[in-house]
């Protein structure tokens, strides 16, 4: 069994800056792709960036050149640096992990959700 626990969502302004991150712990031999998505009221769950276990990223049109993939596998841990923020980025923001466990399983596994509020 694996548990993701994710951090660092809020309230910010319009332009803010905030670092979302999240950990996973338990049976993990390897983790694989990581991502980050999101989900806005009324509205579908989304790919915000993802992350592969070589590094490369991804991101969705709407936060290039604004937000940041990265991590640390040292920590089983992926980060989302998010910079500008805009009203529009509102939503819960969920990682997900593609996880090697230790008994040679491949399993896909979600965090619980964080809340990113974008107002003034």
């Known amino acids: 069994q694996v548990q993701l626990v994710e951090s660092g969502g809020g309230l910010v302004q319009p332009g803010g800056s905030l670092r979302l991150s999240c950990a996973a712990s338990?049976?993990?031999?390897?983790?694989?792709?990581m991502g980050w998505y999101r989900q806005a009221p009324g509205k579908a769950r989304e790919l915000v960036a993802a992350i592969t276990s070589s590094s490369s990223t991804n991101y969705a049109d709407s936060v290039k050149g604004r937000f940041t993939i990265s991590r640390d596998d040292a920590k089983n841990t992926v980060y989302l640096q998010m910079n500008s923020l805009k009203p529009d980025d509102t939503a819960v923001y969920y990682c997900?992990?593609?996880?090697?466990?230790?008994?040679?399983?491949?399993?896909?596994?979600w965090g619980q959700g964080t809340q990113v509020t974008v107002s003034s």
């Open positions: 338990g049976k993990i031999f390897s983790i694989n792709d």
């Open positions: 997900n992990f593609n996880v090697w466990s230790t008994n040679w399983a491949l399993y896909n596994y």
